[in-house]
């Protein structure tokens, strides 16, 4: 009797247990359902939010190929530059012409419009719909519900100093095309998804879809696209199957609400700024045609800050001068009125003169491998300066700049005839002769080297695209130290001749500072690991900025004030 009696109590022992377990699972569920509706709320006020803006898109593209020393090598290049647009569907407005989005409208949605070669069998030639770049920051248009998507938790995690909660996310049969594939990172304060992993399916007939990485900021309370990094293997370019890596950056979200700021805030301007005659007794003919030319630069300088291509002023800005200034001292040289430096937010390699401002663009001093070789940059462009060859003082005139910003590369071009890049090199080399960097010529030559070696495979990274390229069929800059340098060897982890591209620099993409990349170096210690001029993925330390929107507002019209000396 005893035996039946314990039996029986663990029969309803057992069977309590099993109707707590599933009051516990059923609360659980009912908490995740709870929280993944969270999470598709505030996905849907957030893209609200951010169609709001109209920031700078750039994409990058390189192919590669395997290389059995070197891990592999770039074949090949794409370059996109333009604003996007998230009002409605993801769009893009090309800075450099027409685009497979203007004249595909059927595709901007997709990434890439892939086209049966009947010769190739299973490969595929692609023709590019620049705007499925900018659909790589929305998860999906419609929505993340649980209608269409089945979420899973997976575990709980750090990015940066924000605590995540990680999704595995898979669409549902029957979901729809172009539905998201992968894993989200969401944060566990306001569920506002900060990353997002993986690529979307069901494509229609001819569509093909990149594998990607999507990342976002946070400023004014809002999680903005920020970066992306893309990577697919087996495609096909010229019939050659390779490895397709791409980072797309957005920037300029502030800039982009600029326009009403412009006439509706009141700016106070300090004491200091003041007309720049002398001791108001007028200008004479020499100082008038100086403050003619300044004129001109300052508005061209300006129509490249507002349209977001340039950065505001920065400490950065103070390092190249600095570097400038020590060109001078050395060199017993006075420049009137002072030279400025100022750094343009593009990828392409490229640096150029406005008057007497220097304008490095961010991809060239992210691969510059030390200050030896950014002081022969700088030393060329001041050959410029010190020879004379002014900014076009059409620029003078206010009506000058007065067009749309996809105009700004075409309107503004700042390129030097040939007869004027050889006398700027031939002035430089006397520059850096007597120079800090007079004994650091081997670096100088060697990075130059790196660039010619590329200029076929990469050509839209090496190309100037507001100035002079830096190596040409023409007039390569710097030849004489290019000639001297020692042989270009891509094995030896000793012999840096470029960085891959984001080495140095960090840009804030909403208020477009830019400032040096605080990431600790890390040795490189094989041939593999050298990267030079190559794309490399992203990883962010992400945080919280609860600035407010006078803050914000006072630093999108900051960059209105500080030209108007």
Same mark, same amino acid.
């Given at each position: 009797?005893?035996?039946?009696?314990?039996?029986?109590?663990?029969?309803?022992?057992?069977?309590?247990?099993?109707?707590?377990?599933?009051?516990?699972?059923?609360?659980?569920?009912?908490?995740?359902?709870?929280?993944?509706?969270?999470?598709?709320?505030?996905?849907?006020?957030?893209?609200?939010?951010?169609?709001?803006?109209?920031? !700078?898109?750039?994409?990058?593209?390189?192919?590669?190929?395997?290389?059995?020393?070197?891990? %592999?090598?770039?074949?090949?290049?794409?370059?996109? /530059?333009?604003?996007?647009?998230?009002?409605? #569907?993801?769009?893009?407005?090309?800075?450099?012409?027409?685009?497979?989005? %203007?004249?595909?409208?059927?595709?901007?949605?997709?990434?890439?419009?892939?086209?049966?070669?009947?010769?190739?069998?299973?490969?595929?030639?692609?023709?590019?719909?620049?705007?499925?770049? =900018?659909?790589?920051? $929305?998860?999906?248009?419609?929505?993340?519900?649980?209608?269409?998507?089945?979420?899973?938790?997976? #575990?709980?995690?750090?990015?940066?100093?924000?605590?995540?909660?990680?999704?595995?996310?898979?669409?549902?049969?029957? %979901?729809?095309?172009?539905?998201? /594939?992968?894993?989200?990172?969401?944060?566990?304060?306001?569920?506002?998804?900060?990353?997002?992993?993986?690529?979307? =399916?069901?494509?229609?007939?001819?569509?093909?879809?990149?594998?990607?990485?999507?990342?976002?900021?946070?400023?004014?309370? =809002?999680?903005?696209?920020?970066?992306?990094?893309?990577?697919?293997?087996?495609?096909?370019?010229?019939?050659?199957?390779?490895?397709?890596?791409?980072?797309?950056?957005?920037?300029?979200?502030?800039?982009?609400?600029?326009?009403?700021?412009?006439?509706?805030?009141?700016?106070?301007?300090?004491?200091?700024?003041?007309?720049?005659?002398?001791?108001?007794?007028?200008?004479?003919?020499?100082? %008038?045609?100086?403050?003619?030319?300044?004129?001109?630069?300052?508005?061209?300088?300006?129509?490249?800050?507002?349209?977001?291509?340039?950065?505001?002023?920065?400490?950065?800005?103070?390092?190249?001068?600095?570097?400038?200034?020590?060109? /001078?001292?050395?060199?017993?040289?006075?420049?009137?009125?002072?030279?400025?430096?100022? =750094?343009?937010?593009?990828?392409?390699?490229?640096?150029?003169?406005?008057?007497?401002?220097?304008?490095?663009?961010?991809?060239?001093?992210?691969?510059?491998?030390?200050?030896?070789?950014?002081? &022969?940059?700088?030393?060329?462009?001041?050959?410029?300066?010190?020879?004379?060859?002014?900014?076009?003082?059409?620029?003078?005139?206010?009506?000058?700049?007065?067009?749309?910003?996809?105009?700004?590369?075409?309107?503004?071009?700042?390129?030097?005839?040939?007869?004027?890049?050889?006398?700027?090199?031939?002035?430089? $080399?006397?520059?850096?002769?007597?120079?800090?960097?007079?004994?650091?010529?081997?670096?100088?030559?060697?990075?130059?080297?790196? !660039?010619?070696?590329?200029?076929?495979?990469?050509?839209?990274?090496?190309?100037?695209?507001?100035?002079?390229?830096?190596?040409?069929?023409?007039?390569?800059?710097?030849?004489?130290?290019?000639?001297?340098?020692?042989?270009?060897?891509?094995?030896?982890?000793?012999?840096?001749?470029?960085?891959?591209?984001? &080495?140095?620099?960090?840009?804030?993409?909403?208020?477009?500072?830019?400032?040096?990349?605080? &990431?600790?170096?890390?040795?490189?210690?094989?041939?593999?690991?050298?990267?030079?001029?190559?794309?490399?993925?992203?990883?962010?330390? /992400?945080?919280?900025?609860?600035?407010?929107?006078?803050?914000?507002?006072?630093?999108?019209?900051?960059?209105?004030?500080?030209?108007?000396?």
């Amino acid at each position: 009797m005893r035996i039946k009696r314990l039996a029986v109590w663990m029969i309803f022992l057992l069977g309590c247990s099993l109707t707590l377990f599933a009051a516990d699972t059923s609360v659980q569920q009912t908490e995740l359902e709870r929280v993944i509706d969270r999470i598709a709320a505030r996905e849907a006020t957030n893209m609200k939010e951010v169609a709001k803006f109209a920031p !700078l898109i750039e994409t990058y593209v390189q192919f590669l190929k395997p290389d059995k020393d070197l891990g %592999a090598v770039p074949i090949d290049d794409r370059y996109f /530059l333009g604003r996007a647009s998230f009002a409605r #569907r993801a769009t893009d407005d090309s800075f450099l012409g027409p685009t497979a989005s %203007a004249t595909k409208p059927g595709f901007l949605r997709h990434v890439l419009e892939a086209v049966p070669r009947p010769n190739l069998k299973l490969r595929r030639e692609i023709a590019w719909v620049p705007a499925g770049f =900018v659909q790589m920051a $929305v998860i999906d248009p419609s929505g993340l519900d649980r209608q269409h998507y089945d979420l899973r938790f997976l #575990r709980r995690e750090f990015v940066g100093e924000i605590r995540c909660l990680v999704f595995s996310v898979v669409p549902k049969p029957r %979901a729809g095309y172009g539905r998201f /594939l992968g894993r989200i990172w969401v944060e566990d304060q306001d569920y506002s998804i900060v990353r997002f992993n993986g690529t979307y =399916v069901h494509p229609k007939e001819h569509d093909t879809y990149l594998h990607f990485d999507s990342w976002r900021i946070n400023a004014n309370r =809002v999680w903005l696209p920020a970066y992306i990094y893309a990577e697919e293997g087996a495609i096909a370019i010229d019939r050659k199957v390779s490895t397709l890596r791409a980072q797309t950056r957005f920037w300029g979200y502030s800039a982009s609400q600029r326009a009403e700021n412009e006439f509706t805030a009141v700016l106070i301007h300090s004491k200091d700024v003041n007309d720049q005659s002398d001791n108001g007794s007028g200008f004479s003919p020499l100082s %008038a045609e100086r403050a003619w030319e300044r004129q001109a630069e300052d508005n061209v300088v300006d129509r490249l800050e507002r349209s977001a291509l340039l950065a505001p002023q920065s400490p950065v800005d103070k390092i190249l001068e600095t570097v400038v200034n020590n060109l /001078l001292v050395t060199n017993n040289l006075t420049i009137e009125p002072d030279i400025r430096c100022r =750094v343009l937010l593009t990828a392409p390699i490229e640096s150029f003169t406005i008057g007497h401002t220097i304008v490095l663009s961010r991809g060239l001093l992210d691969v510059l491998p030390d200050e030896a070789s950014l002081g &022969a940059v700088l030393a060329h462009e001041l050959g410029h300066i010190v020879l004379t060859h002014g900014v076009d003082t059409k620029f003078a005139f206010g009506d000058r700049t007065l067009f749309a910003d996809d105009q700004t590369l075409n309107r503004l071009a700042m390129l030097r005839t040939a007869d004027e890049e050889t006398a700027a090199d031939k002035k430089a $080399v006397e520059l850096l002769a007597n120079s800090p960097y007079k004994d650091k010529s081997e670096s100088i030559g060697l990075f130059l080297a790196q !660039l010619k070696s590329q200029r076929a495979v990469l050509p839209q990274l090496v190309r100037g695209r507001f100035g002079n390229s830096l190596v040409d069929d023409h007039a390569p800059r710097l030849s004489a130290l290019m000639n001297t340098a020692p042989k270009l060897e891509p094995t030896n982890i000793q012999q840096l001749a470029a960085l891959p591209l984001g &080495a140095r620099l960090s840009v804030d993409p909403w208020s477009d500072h830019v400032e040096l990349s605080r &990431a600790k170096a890390v040795a490189v210690m094989s041939a593999r690991e050298k990267l030079p001029l190559q794309l490399t993925p992203f990883f962010l330390y /992400l945080v919280r900025n609860d600035q407010s929107e006078e803050k914000h507002a006072a630093a999108a019209a900051e960059p209105l004030s500080a030209n108007s000396e």
